[in-house]
């Protein structure tokens, strides 16, 4: 009986086609198909609820596409970013509130949206061991605290009676606070190290930059003790005198450096 073969051409198109068939048979439904926007809301809504929120992030996104130009697409792209921050996902959540603000300048929901914004920004970056290390904002990159005062200023400057305005200014007093003791925490380290004209230059950013902070009163005395070191007795003088002027009460000349204080994220 004569038998046809095959060429190699047909073998390997009638491969690729079985391939492609069973990609076909494999490909996963679309659940919501059907589903109404009020439906899929439903759902993204009870799936953040339970704490799935890289199952509620896809429903969202569905939920922009089903109702496209309408209120709950904007609630859909705040959710969203919500349900991406609290997914771990930062960058793509801040990505999702730049679209809305470019999106829906004149919304009702800016508000959150700078305010969201800000608190993602806050949290970057604090690590699951951050309790164990007890790290605190000021001994971090200071970009993204930076970025948060930002928003945060936005916030209480174009929305003053904002509901999310005190929490926003008490945010931002923090940071000021973190900013400063940044610069403290830096000359604190170059002058563990015995590099103490550096850390002078340090602290005395801190004295520049900021006024009416508590890391200034640190700021000072790592001057006192860079001075010292130094044997500038003179600006060693100096730097005592501004210190016991305006901290009469200063612990550090009589005990020198503090320990850590409780974490920042104690605060909230």
Known sequence: MFRAKLSV???IALSAAALLAAGCSSTSVDKTAN???NRIYSEAKEEAG???YDKAVPLYEKLEGRAAGT???QQAQLEKAYAQYKSGEKASAIATIDRFMKLHPASTALDYALYLKGVI???DDLGMFAFMTRQDLSERDQKAAKESFESFKDLVTRFPDSRYAPDARQRMNYIVNSLAQYEVHVARYYYSRG?????????QI???DYREVPALEEALFIMVKSYDALGMKDLRDDA????????PQSTYLANGFKGKDDPWWKLW
């Open 71 to 73: 209120p709950l697409a």
């Open 121 to 123: 920004n806050f949290n």
């Open 9 to 11: 051409p047909s073998w």
């Open 240 to 247: 005592q005198r501004v210190l016991t002027t305006n901290y």
């Open 50 to 52: 339970s704490g799935a």
């Open 35 to 37: 589903w109404s926007p």
């Open 195 to 203: 590099a103490y004209l550096a850390a002078i230059n340090r602290a």
């Open 206 to 208: 801190a004295l520049a």
